[in-house]
């Protein structure tokens, strides 16, 4: 969403749901912006493996 938005790291979405609708904040959290951010993304893992995925059973 380059240009779209003043942060190229925070989304606004929404459902346009008529009777429910929701707004989304969507912030990508993978783009370090200090050291400190840097040192915390290296020391959490956040890969996904198949079976970490929600099959409805």
């Not at 240009?3 to 912030?27: H, L, Q, S, Y």
């Not at 290296?42 to 198949?50: A, E, G, M, P, Q």
Request: charge should be negative.
């Amino acid at each position: 969403m380059h240009g779209w938005t003043n942060d190229d790291r925070i989304m606004i979405a929404c459902c346009n749901d008529g009777t429910r609708p929701v707004i989304f904040k969507i912030e990508r959290i993978d783009v370090p912006e200090n050291d400190e951010d840097r040192q915390w993304l290296v020391s959490h893992d956040f890969s996904i493996k198949k079976e970490d995925a929600y099959t409805g059973a």
